[in-house]
Structure formats: C-alpha cells, structure tokens
C-alpha cells in the first residue's frame, strides 16, 4: 500500500486530496496544526479512529516552522509521496505579516527537503508554487514565463520553488513544482473573492445580508475548480522524471465579471448590494493571470472540463444548500454531468469511512 503525507491537509486543496489518494488505496498521514477552535471540518467526514485496524488515514500534530518535528515525522512515516500543500496562502494577509509568510510559506519548505535529504527517505517530493509567483509578467503565463512577484506570498513561493528545483538538480530528489493559477471549489476559505461573492449571493438570497463590500474589481484570474487540480498533483508524482508544470484553464476573467456572473445566477443585481471598500486592496497587485497549461494537456494528459461560469454556479448552489436554501439547480447538474465517476467514488469513500469525531493519536 503505498503511503503518502499530506501538508495542508486541513485545507482546500488538502481536502480533495486526501479523499482522491484513500479513494486510489493510498495510507495518507496528514500534518494538522493545534488550535484552540476545529480546523478539520474538511476532513471530518473521511476521518477513521486510528484503532480500527481498517484505518488509512492518520493525523499528526505539527507546524510548518517546526523543523525537528517535521524531520521527526518523515522520518517516522517514511512516505514515498510528500505532497507540500501547507502555507499562508492568503496574499493580502501576507503583506500584514510578511515575516510570518516567509517562515511557514518559504523556510517551510525547505525545512521539509532537508528533513527529506537527511533521513534519507526517498519520498517524492510535490511543492504547490502558484501563478502568484508571475506576478506582473504579461500573461498567458507558462512555465518559461518570468517569475516578478508582488507580494510577500508570492516571493515565499518563488524561493520554495526554487529550493525545489536546487534538490531536484543538487541531490538527485524526485521534486516537482505544480504552478497551479486560482482554483476554487465550495470549500474556498470563506476570505478568497470567489467564495466571499458567492456565499454573499446565497446569504442576501436568504435574507442574511444586505452588503458585499469588495476591494479592486479589475484583476483578472484563470479560476478553476479544485477536484480537478488535486488530480494532476498526484499525477506529476507517477511520472518518471520529476519536472514543473503550469496548471490552468487558458480563461481569465476580472473580479467584476465574477460579480456579475454570481448575482446574475442568482438574480439579483449587483450594483444594489456591492460596495467598495479600499481596505481590501493590496499594495501592490498582480493584474492580469491567464495560463497556458499546454505542456499539462501535451505530457500530462490535463484538461479541466469546468468553465468560468459552471463554477460560479457549482459555488453558489453549494453556498445556497449550505444555508438550507434550495439551489438554483444548473451547477448539481453541471456537477452530475461532467463527474459522474467522481461522484460515485467520492459518496463511496464518504460513505466507507466513518466520521467519529476527528482527534489525532
Ligand atoms: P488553504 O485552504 O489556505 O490551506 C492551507 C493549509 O495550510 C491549511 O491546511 C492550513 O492549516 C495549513 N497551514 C497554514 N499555516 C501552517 C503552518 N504554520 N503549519 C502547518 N500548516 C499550516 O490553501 P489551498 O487553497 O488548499 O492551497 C493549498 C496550497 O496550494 C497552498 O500552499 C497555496 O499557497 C497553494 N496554491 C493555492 C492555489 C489556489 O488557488 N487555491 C493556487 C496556487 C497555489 P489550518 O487549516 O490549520 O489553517
Ligand atoms: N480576497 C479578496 N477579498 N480579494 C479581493 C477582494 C476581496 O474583498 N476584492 C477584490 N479582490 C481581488 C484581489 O485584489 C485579487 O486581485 C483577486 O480579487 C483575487 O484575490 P483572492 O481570491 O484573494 O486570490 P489571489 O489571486 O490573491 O490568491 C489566490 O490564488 C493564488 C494563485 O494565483 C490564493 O489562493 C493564493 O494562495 C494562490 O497562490
């Protein structure tokens, strides 16, 4: 059974992860941090007790600038796939904190390939780089594209990048750079535009909120949704050389377009609910991010199927259900139509896996 250890677990990106490598009959160890509040509520439906001798997924305490324990945990797993999702990974916050961002989202990182290199194990290595990192670099962007980052986070992730690339070519590791653009799903942190917009929608719907207040509505974004992103990670670990590659639809859209398209779902005009608010700008901002993912379709075999607009819909229905409110419908259609498969083994894995209660042993 191969095994895999999973940073960032408790995340977005985590998340879909864990529950596409238990589904693929992986045992996945998850790093999680201790907090005074539960962060594991994207995990806790795929959560096992340990003492079942069934049990596949495992949940260790630790932190990203903690270096002797996470040497410690490596070392004790002993995994054949490290997939490095943990950071700080919300660019405005970073610029409140800019030091905290290169500790976790930049030293983390390296901090996990000495621990690597040092015990020994020979685990493949996935560090998640992002379109961050392009920065003001005329878009599409590919992977020859120049990197000119604009923010804390993104030069935290131009360093892990390049670290990546160092043991790659230094010391022979199989370590491989996904330089993945904005992708979204229902379990976006409720901080990130996308998911700020649509549970506004749903929650005004519902009669819960009357204003949406918004920073900058020009930058553009290549969204796409999450699912079919964490697949591509897992397979850029199967491959036979380690490498980089950009991970994107090819479509960019501006934040005021993503507005439109989520009230006009919903039917709801957004000049009547929308304010801008100039707390939510950034310093610096990067304008414009549009992928070109060719060399994901040409080696990898990687095309997502979900447009601009379906996930706009997939997520408001969603934010819609979660407050109880019926959905407007297209986006469980979308869903039932292009993830049929996806469906079944997702409820199947659900449904193997008893939620007790998520602690850590
Ligand atoms: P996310 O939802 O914000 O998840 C971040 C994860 O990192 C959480 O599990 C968080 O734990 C953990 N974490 C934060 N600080 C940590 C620390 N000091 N020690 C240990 N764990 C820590 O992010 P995501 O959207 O899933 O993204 C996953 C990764 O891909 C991130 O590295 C992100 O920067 C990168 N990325 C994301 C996108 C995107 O569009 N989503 C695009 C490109 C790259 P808590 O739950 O305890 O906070
Ligand atoms: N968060 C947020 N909140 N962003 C806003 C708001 C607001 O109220 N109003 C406008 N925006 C604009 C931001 O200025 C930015 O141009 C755009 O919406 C997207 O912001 P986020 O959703 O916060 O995402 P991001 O693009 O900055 O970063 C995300 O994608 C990166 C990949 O390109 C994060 O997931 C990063 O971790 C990831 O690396």
Redesign the pocket.
């Known amino acids: 059974m191969p095994k895999a250890l999973v940073?960032?677990?408790?995340?977005?990106?985590?998340s879909y992860l864990a529950e596409l490598l238990l589904a693929r009959g992986y045992e996945v160890h998850g790093?999680?941090?201790k907090?005074s509040t539960f962060?594991t509520e994207r995990i806790n439906h795929i959560y096992q007790d340990p003492h079942d001798p069934a049990a596949k997924l495992f949940l260790h305490y630790?932190?990203?600038?903690n270096a002797e324990q996470l040497t410690h945990l490596i070392y004790n797993v002993r995994p054949d796939e490290i997939y490095h999702?943990?950071?700080?990974?919300h660019v405005k916050v970073s610029f409140e904190i800019p030091e905290y961002a290169g500790d976790?989202?930049g030293l983390?990182t390296i901090r996990i390939l000495e621990a690597v290199r040092r015990s020994g194990v020979r685990a493949r290595f996935y560090q998640?780089?992002?379109?961050e990192m392009f920065g003001s670099a005329p878009p599409p962007q590919s992977e020859t594209s120049a990197f000119q980052p604009r923010s804390p986070y993104a030069i935290a992730?131009v360093y892990s990048y390049w670290m990546t690339v160092n043991y790659r070519q230094a010391y022979g590791l199989f370590a491989t750079n996904g330089i993945?653009?904005?992708?979204?799903s229902p379990r976006r942190?409720e901080t990130f535009v996308t998911r700020k917009v649509t549970r506004a929608v749903a929650r005004i719907r519902a009669g819960e909120q009357k204003k949406l207040f918004l920073g900058n509505l020009e930058s553009k974004r290549d969204w796409g949704y999450?699912p079919e992103y964490v697949e591509a990670m897992w397979t850029m670990l199967q491959r036979e050389t380690p490498d980089d590659y950009v991970l994107g639809t090819g479509e960019s859209h501006s934040v005021r377009q993503l507005v439109e398209e989520a009230f006009g779902y919903a039917g709801l005009d957004w000049h009547d609910f929308v304010e801008i608010d100039q707390g939510y700008f950034r310093p610096t901002e990067v304008d414009f991010l549009q992928a070109d993912a060719s060399k994901a379709r040409r080696v990898l075999g990687w095309s997502p199927k979900v447009t601009f607009k379906e996930l706009v819909r997939i997520m408001v229905d969603a934010d819609l259900q979660s407050l109880g409110q019926a959905p407007i419908g297209e986006g469980m259609r979308i869903l039932q139509d292009k993830f049929g498969d996806w469906h079944q083994w997702h409820s199947g894995v659900t449904a193997l896996l008893q939620n007790n209660g998520t602690h850590v042993e």
């Open positions: 940073t960032g677990i408790t995340g977005q990106d985590g790093m999680i941090r907090a962060n630790g932190d990203l600038t999702l943990g950071a700080l990974s976790v989202t983390g998640a780089s992002s379109s992730k993945l653009f904005n992708h979204e942190g999450a």
